[in-house]
């Protein structure tokens, strides 16, 4: 009998002392540029060894969350989209994150985008998704460029909501999504039926319609979860 099962991975005390550092600068408790406290008053405070503690230190300059000059010593190197886009590659590679749970959070914000889109987009806007629409149609068989027209077409949508930290959030989440994104277009009807979703999303924002736009908006993101599994099943039969 096969079984899909991941293996368990125990947290270290490193792992520990990144997941604290990188709370304590999500919170504004430490913003970039800011100098951190001395190796021994860390260790100190987080009651780890010296070893623990250079491991979580060097791990967060190779992220380039942290800097580390001579003479000078550890200080806050980032903020913003670049740093949240560093801290979900982490949380992804060190904890169980499903496609799944970033599709329901894509559900919700991009619900929103949709909706503040049709109430704010201007005429080149419409126009440019219009464009990405037709452009998509025209990629049906082409996985690789479908995906790129895909990503823009939600990319341009968040832009014209006017909402740039949702803009920066739409972009953070999708590039953790474009693994699952291939596998999914890999089904025979993937493609199509994604077009039809767009097309219905694109007219609702025409319309100025703002809750059938976030409708829309949802109900695509919630066949693409349904398209993932089916996706995920024809993996797992070819494997047995």
Request: proline fraction near 2%.
């Amino acid at each position: 009998m096969r079984l899909k099962v991941r293996p368990i991975r125990k947290s270290s005390i490193s792992d520990d002392i990144v997941q604290q550092i990188i709370t304590l600068i999500s919170n504004g408790d430490l913003k970039a540029g800011q100098r951190l406290p001395s190796e021994r008053d860390l260790c100190v405070k987080f009651a780890a060894s010296r070893s623990s503690l250079r491991e979580a230190l060097r791990c967060l300059s190779i992220m380039g969350v942290l800097t580390a000059r001579p003479g000078e010593g550890t200080s806050v190197a980032m903020d913003g989209t670049k740093f949240m886009d560093t801290v979900l590659q982490w949380r992804m590679s060190t904890e169980q994150h499903d496609i799944e749970d970033l599709m329901e959070v894509r559900m919700a914000l991009e619900g929103v985008t949709a909706s503040s889109a049709a109430k704010n987009a201007e005429g080149q806007d419409l126009k440019k998704l219009e464009d990405l629409v037709a452009r998509m149609e025209e990629s049906v068989g082409d996985a690789r460029r479908f995906a790129a027209l895909d990503l823009e077409f939600h990319l341009c949508l968040a832009k014209a909501s006017n909402n740039k930290l949702a803009l920066d959030l739409v972009a953070v989440i999708r590039g953790q999504l474009e693994r699952g994104v291939a596998k999914v277009l890999q089904l025979p009807d993937a493609m199509p039926l994604s077009v039809e979703e767009h097309k219905q999303i694109l007219q609702a924002v025409m319309n100025r319609d703002s809750e059938q736009a976030r409708a829309a908006m949802q109900h695509h993101l919630q066949a693409a979860v349904l398209r993932h599994r089916a996706a995920v099943e024809a993996s797992l039969r070819q494997e047995v």
